[in-house]
């Protein structure tokens, strides 16, 4: 009758967010910051895509819970103490402009 919930194992929003060094205080910041965008009831993102360019992460991403659906290209600070997006027009917009990034 009464069951205890079974939790999920803990998913990361992308490989490249498992290979950051979790004994680097900076780059735990960015893996803590990162999962807090793209996990637990309401995730803020979805990822479509993600690239490591001059120690950075640059990652493409769907808005979630807004209507109509957004994208951005998301710049997220090696430090792991804030991020900053461009507007895409739509899906491919943003692969491509992730795409782009050298």
């Given at each position: 009758m009464n069951q205890i919930a079974r939790s999920n194992p803990r998913k990361e929003a992308h490989p490249l967010v498992a290979m950051l060094d979790e004994t680097d205080e900076d780059q735990r910041r960015l893996r803590?910051?990162?999962h807090r965008f793209h996990?637990?009831?309401w995730p803020?993102?979805?990822?479509?895509?993600m690239r490591k360019?001059?120690?950075s992460i640059v990652e493409a991403v769907e808005w979630l819970r807004t209507s109509p659906p957004r994208y951005s290209v998301i710049?997220?600070?090696?430090?792991?103490?804030?991020?900053?997006?461009?507007?895409a027009r739509g899906r491919r917009h943003a692969t491509a402009m992730l795409s782009a990034q050298t």
């Open positions: 803590d910051l990162i996990s637990g009831r803020l993102f979805r990822c479509l895509g360019v001059n120690g710049y997220w600070q090696a430090d792991g103490l804030g991020l900053s997006w461009v507007k």
